[in-house]
């Protein structure tokens, strides 16, 4: 199995910066893409960034320009510069290790982590 920590969540006031890291451990072979979903209340859960093993990110349109992913050498952690932060921006953050290959299977699976709540007060 394959956990998710989450960790950097918590209230900033707007303008303000927050950064969200994120470490898969288990038996893992290799991820495809790591990266971070939100989910709002009453709102479908929606990317905020993805990167791949490569490390080619993908920015959801209303984040770019503020938001900066990184990944580790080790390809298990990433991590989330979230800066000049919106209200609109208030959202529990999820963790998503997508296209996991665990040493024991063949194919890849996504997992996701438990979330960090993001509060932005104007």
């Known amino acids: 199995q394959v956990q998710l920590v989450e960790s950097g969540g918590g209230l900033v006031q707007a303008g303000g910066s927050l950064r969200l890291s994120c470490a898969a451990s288990?038996?893992?072979?290799?991820?495809?893409?790591m990266g971070w979903y939100r989910q709002a209340p009453g709102n479908q859960r929606e990317l905020v960034a993805l990167i791949d093993s490569t490390r080619n990110p993908n920015y959801a349109d209303s984040v770019k320009g503020r938001f900066t992913i990184s990944r580790d050498n080790a390809k298990t952690m990433v991590s989330l510069q979230m800066n000049s932060l919106k209200p609109e921006d208030t959202a529990v953050y999820y963790c998503a290790a997508l296209g996991t290959v665990l040493l024991t299977t063949a194919y890849g699976k996504d997992y996701w982590g438990k979330g960090t709540l993001v509060t932005v007060s104007s």
């Open positions: 288990g038996s893992i072979f290799s991820i495809n893409a």
